[in-house]
Every structure is written in structure tokens, then in C-alpha cells.
């Protein structure tokens, strides 16, 4: 009876803590499994054609960078109950708001414009014109933001997050060979040695797993879901989930690219899905799904953490749980950068597959100036009290900050002189 | 009317920019006073970290720019 009357406990415990989390969880989740975005997914195929598996290595890196940076924004959202845009204003002022706000503003729109390449480009693979996609995914965004609470908003986000882990069956459907994996994959390598082209590859992987939206729109997020200083630990989980399926998405991508389509010279997730469609149509088709998804999820996120931002800023009210007519600022602003990005993309003649690879670059290297802002304003006892960095947690972070603005050098001295690093 | 209406059109829009810059001029005045005092080699720093990754950026746009001028 002890023993039963023990087990009917520990159960029901459980059961709490689980319920608990599926209502806090949410924002780590979703901004990170967005984090793959159609840029990213991209950017991993692109990395396995040219590299096979040989960097998976360095993806399991990024699962800490990742985790790192955005458990920040959780602590920093759930203590100032304030969006990142308007703390970097109240504490550093308007020079270095406006700074950021501006910054943010113009990759956000550069970012949006890479996931409707990749949502026409998708889409056109099963013969859909672009201008249909635009204009279906103009709808869809706009019912998903516009019925007014942001607790739907975010379950139908996570119903996309959830499309997004059609990688991993693929992945099994195109059967690897797992010893390759595990014995040039897991142990660091520089396949071809140190030149502009992997460097740029190495960036536009870091750009795809950590990007200034994603700080801008994890602590809005935590705000306009009402999370308490209480919730930190669960939103933390949350957090580490969503860095696991991130990075578990991309090296699946990477198996995927790397095993069928190795060795040739692919520029885009859109043109290699069409390729293993030779090969099989239902791993073609799921790339382009996936695609599709991440282009989807991604500019569900983008979009929003530019509202949110400017709406702080400006004072409008800017929440997901006021209806258009109490926030039309923040809803017209929403749109206009939706529509705004998808006219881009129909422009004849657009680079649209360099772009894409380009602001997953440009995006990395205006990340250390978020990232330096972010930890100082976490290194504020005034406004952090107990929720401060940690001196472990600012080393880490002003590692990652600084391995960033050198790899970025790296790249801009073998984009200037590629002669150095032959 | 046409006139006309391209006036009101004209009027509508300087209203509006005007409403944004007493809006921006607001915002800088509520944030005149940061919350916390930088000490001069933090903005220096961070200042010379901007415009160096700035630079960084410009240099993406030289070598997008060649490549597509290459193509």
C-alpha cells in the first residue's frame, strides 16, 4: 500500500511538472526550431553536397552557443518584463537604441526576404507560382496574428515546429552509412583546409543558428506570454529542447545532402530537393516540405520580432493578444514587412540563392553587437538581482562574442585577399 | 479635382512624417537619461566594435557585388 500510495504520488507529480511545462514551454521552442529557417535549411544542405558529413562536429558546437544566448533573453524577459528593444533604450539611451533598433530592422527584412525565397522556391517545385505563395502565406500569417491571443498564435506555431522533424525520417530513407557518420563527423576536421569558401560556410552556419532576431523575439515573446521570474527554469528547458531539435534538424539535413547528393555543386535546398527527386520522390518532396515549413516558421518569428521591437519603442500597444483595432500600428507594420519582403522576391532577375546565403552572413556578423548589449544588460545587479550572469556565464559568452568577430575577420581578409589561404 | 486631390494627398503625408519625427523626437527625450552611465571606454569601445563590424559588413557587400558582377 506504501508502495503503491508512493508510485501514485511520484505519477502524479509528474503529471504536474509535465503539465507545468507544456503550458510554459513555447518561446524556446519555437524560436529555435525557426532558428532553421529556410536560409538555414539552405545553408546545412549546402554544407553537406560540399562537405559531407565532416562538419556535423561543428553543429554539435553550436547546441551550447545556441543554448547560451537565448537562456540569456529568457532570464532578461521574465525579470524587466520588458521587450530587448526598449531595455537597450532604458539603460544605454537612445544613440545606442536607435543603433540596434535600425540594425535589427534592416536584417529582419533581409532575413524575411531569404524565407519567401525559400517558400516560392518550395512551392515552385510542385508547380506553384510565386505570387500564390505570397499571397496564401500573406493569409495564413495574418490569421494566425490577427485573431488576438497569443496562446493560439503560439500552438499553431508549434504545429509548424513539429513539420519541421519531416528531416529526420528523410534522413533514414536515403540510408546513410552510420560508421561514415560517427568516424568523419563527430571528430573535428578541416576538410580542404582553412579557404574563403569554408570560412564563409562556417558563418553562414553560425548566422543560421544564432541571429539577432532571435534575442529580439525570445524575451518579446517571454513578455507577451507572461512569464514570472518563477517560470526561468521551465522556460530554460524549453529553451535546451528547442537547441536539441535544432541542431538534431540541421545534422539530419546534413546526412541527408551528404549521402545522395556529395560532391556536386548545389546551391540551394529548392534545387537539391528537386535533385533527389530524382533519386526519390518522397525525399524530394519531404526537402521541399520542410522548406516550405522553415521558410514559414521563420517568417512567422521574423516579422514578429521587428513588430514587437518597433511597437516598444514607438509606444504602440503591441501585444499578440490585442485584436487590430487596439494595436493597428503593430499589425500594419506586421504586414507591411511581410508584403514588403514578398515583392522582392518577384523581382525577374533577383540573385535570390545568393541573397539567401549572403544575409546568413551579413546577419553573424552584426550579431556581436547584439550579443555584447544582451550581456551587459545581464550583468546589471540593479536590474537582474539574483538572475545575473554568472562569471562562467559571461566567460562563455564574451568567448562566443569574440570567436564571432574573428571568424567574421577571417572572412572578410580571405574575401579581400583568397590568394592567403590557398 | 485632381489637383485637389493630389494636395490633400501631399497634406495627409507631411502630417504624417511630422507626427513620426515629434514621435521619434519623444522617444529621444524619454531616453535622454540612460539607466546606467557608461563609463567613456565602454562607449569607446563599443562605438569602435560598431563601426568595425560595419566595415566587415561592407566588405560582404564589395565581395556580393563582385561575385554577382562576375556571373
Known amino acids: 500500500m506504501n508502495i503503491l500510495s508512493r508510485l501514485f504520488y511520484n505519477y502524479r507529480r509528474v503529471a504536474k511538472a509535465i503539465k507545468l511545462f507544456v503550458l510554459i514551454a513555447g518561446p524556446g521552442i519555437i524560436v529555435m526550431v525557426a532558428d532553421n529557417d529556410a536560409g538555414g535549411i539552405t545553408t546545412y544542405a549546402v554544407t553537406g553536397s560540399q562537405y559531407g558529413y565532416n562538419l556535423i562536429w561543428f553543429l554539435l558546437l553550436l547546441l551550447p552557443v545556441a543554448y547560451i544566448v537565448q537562456e540569456m533573453t529568457v532570464r532578461l524577459g521574465a525579470v524587466t518584463?520588458?521587450?530587448?528593444?526598449?531595455?537597450?533604450?532604458?539603460?544605454?539611451?537612445?544613440?545606442?537604441?536607435?543603433?540596434?533598433?535600425i540594425d535589427l530592422g534592416i536584417v529582419d527584412f533581409l532575413t524575411l526576404i531569404t524565407e519567401f525565397i525559400g517558400m516560392t522556391a518550395a512551392l515552385s517545385i510542385f508547380h506553384v507560382p510565386p505570387v500564390v505563395t505570397i499571397i496564401c502565406v500573406?493569409?495564413?500569417?495574418?490569421?494566425?496574428?490577427?485573431?488576438?491571443?497569443?496562446?493560439?498564435?503560439?500552438?499553431?506555431?508549434?504545429?509548424?515546429?513539429?513539420?519541421?522533424?519531416?528531416?529526420?525520417?528523410?534522413?533514414?530513407?536515403?540510408?546513410?552509412?552510420?560508421?561514415?557518420?560517427?568516424?568523419?563527423?563527430?571528430?573535428?576536421?578541416?576538410?580542404?583546409?582553412?579557404?574563403?569558401?569554408?570560412?564563409?560556410?562556417?558563418?553562414?552556419?553560425?548566422?543560421?543558428?544564432?541571429?539577432?532576431?532571435?534575442?529580439?523575439?525570445?524575451?518579446?515573446?517571454?513578455?507577451?506570454?507572461?512569464?514570472?521570474?518563477?517560470?526561468?527554469?521551465?522556460?530554460?528547458?524549453?529553451?535546451?529542447?528547442?537547441?536539441?531539435?535544432?541542431?538534431?534538424?540541421?545534422?539530419?539535413?546534413?546526412?541527408?545532402?551528404?549521402?545522395?547528393?556529395k560532391g556536386v555543386n548545389i546551391e540551394s535546398a529548392a534545387q537539391a530537393s528537386q535533385m533527389l527527386m530524382g533519386v526519390n520522390k518522397?525525399?524530394?518532396?519531404?526537402?521541399?516540405?520542410?522548406?516550405?515549413?522553415?521558410?514559414?516558421?521563420?517568417?512567422?518569428?521574423?516579422?514578429?520580432?521587428?513588430?514587437?521591437?518597433?511597437?516598444?519603442?514607438?509606444?504602440?500597444?503591441?501585444?499578440?493578444?490585442?485584436?487590430?483595432?487596439?494595436?493597428?500600428?503593430?499589425?500594419v507594420f506586421y504586414f507591411i514587412t511581410l508584403l514588403g519582403a514578398g515583392a522582392v522576391v518577384l523581382i525577374p532577375g533577383a540573385p535570390l540563392v545568393l541573397i539567401t546565403l549572403f544575409v546568413q552572413v551579413i546577419a553573424v556578423t552584426l550579431l556581436p553587437a547584439a550579443l555584447v548589449f544582451l550581456i551587459l544588460l545581464l550583468n546589471d545587479g540593479n536590474l537582474m538581482g539574483k538572475y545575473k550572469n554568472t562569471s562562467w556565464q559571461n566567460f562563455w559568452s564574451f568567448t562566443i562574442v569574440i570567436l564571432i568577430v574573428m571568424l567574421s575577420t577571417l572572412y572578410a581578409i580571405s574575401a579581400l585577399f583568397p590568394e592567403l589561404f590557398k | 479635382m485632381f489637383i485637389k486631390r493630389i494636395k490633400s494627398i501631399l497634406a495627409w503625408l507631411n502630417k504624417f512624417f511630422a507626427r513620426r519625427f515629434e514621435k521619434i523626437i519623444e522617444i529621444n527625450r524619454r531616453y535622454e537619461r540612460p539607466r546606467i552611465a557608461m563609463t567613456p571606454m565602454t562607449r569607446i569601445a563599443l562605438l569602435l566594435l560598431r563601426i568595425y563590424l560595419l566595415l566587415l559588413v561592407a566588405i560582404l557587400f564589395y565581395k556580393f557585388f563582385t561575385i554577382i558582377m562576375g556571373k
Request: a negative charge.
Open chain 1, 81 to 101: 518584463k520588458r521587450g530587448h528593444a526598449e531595455a537597450i533604450f532604458d539603460a544605454y539611451g537612445s544613440f545606442w537604441g536607435w543603433f540596434s533598433l
Open chain 1, 138 to 261: 500573406t493569409i495564413l500569417m495574418g490569421f494566425m496574428v490577427l485573431q488576438g491571443r497569443y496562446w493560439t498564435w503560439e500552438k499553431l506555431a508549434i504545429i509548424f515546429c513539429a513539420l519541421n522533424l519531416i528531416y529526420i525520417p528523410t534522413a533514414f530513407m536515403v540510408n546513410p552509412s552510420i560508421s561514415d557518420i560517427l568516424s568523419n563527423g563527430l571528430i573535428p576536421n578541416i576538410p580542404g583546409g582553412f579557404n574563403n569558401e569554408f570560412f564563409f560556410l562556417l558563418m553562414a552556419n553560425i548566422g543560421t543558428t544564432i541571429a539577432p532576431w532571435m534575442i529580439f523575439f525570445q524575451q518579446s515573446s517571454v513578455v507577451d506570454k507572461g512569464l514570472q521570474e518563477k517560470d526561468i527554469p521551465w522556460s530554460k528547458l524549453d529553451t535546451l529542447i528547442g537547441a536539441c531539435a535544432t541542431v538534431l534538424v540541421a545534422i539530419f539535413i546534413v546526412i541527408v545532402t551528404g549521402t545522395v547528393l
Open chain 1, 282 to 331: 518522397y525525399v524530394g518532396a519531404f526537402l521541399a516540405i520542410g522548406l516550405f515549413d522553415a521558410g514559414l516558421l521563420g517568417a512567422i518569428c521574423i516579422s514578429l520580432a521587428s513588430s514587437w521591437a518597433f511597437g516598444e519603442v514607438f509606444g504602440w500597444a503591441h501585444s499578440l493578444n490585442n485584436k487590430a483595432r487596439e494595436a493597428p500600428w503593430f499589425y
